[in-house]
């Protein structure tokens, strides 16, 4: 049976990983009520870093706390854990990101 891991409420944005980073999804979106959604492929979202690169780093943190949330769902981290895992997951997504993208790296926090 699925693990409930979060309740997203809009305006928000999912399936960030695959699109962002180029990597497996880890987990399925389900609608608990209607929802109006919009599609953006990797050229779209190209253009919108390229104009704002600074997005980026805005995504990772986002990213990085949804994958600490699953993976503190699955494994049970605890406070600790988690905090080290945000900060380390924040920087390793955000080079993911660079990389996928092709954009210049910035200086790592």
């Known amino acids: 049976m699925a693990k409930a891991v979060a309740v997203l409420e809009g305006p928000t944005f999912f399936g960030e990983m695959g699109l962002m980073t180029g990597e497996l999804r880890t987990a399925d979106v389900v609608a608990l009520t209607d929802v109006e959604c919009y599609r953006l492929d990797k050229a779209g ?13 805005q995504f990772s943190k986002t990213l990085a706390k949804r994958r600490v949330e699953l993976l503190a769902a699955a494994g049970g981290l605890d406070d600790e854990a988690r905090k080290a895992k945000l900060a380390s997951e924040e920087n390793r997504i955000l080079e993911k990101i660079q990389e996928f993208f092709g954009l210049a790296r910035t200086t790592q926090r």
């Not at 979202?45 to 780093?57: C, D, K, M, S």
């Open 45 to 57: 979202l190209q253009r919108v870093l390229e104009e704002r690169p600074e997005a980026a780093e």
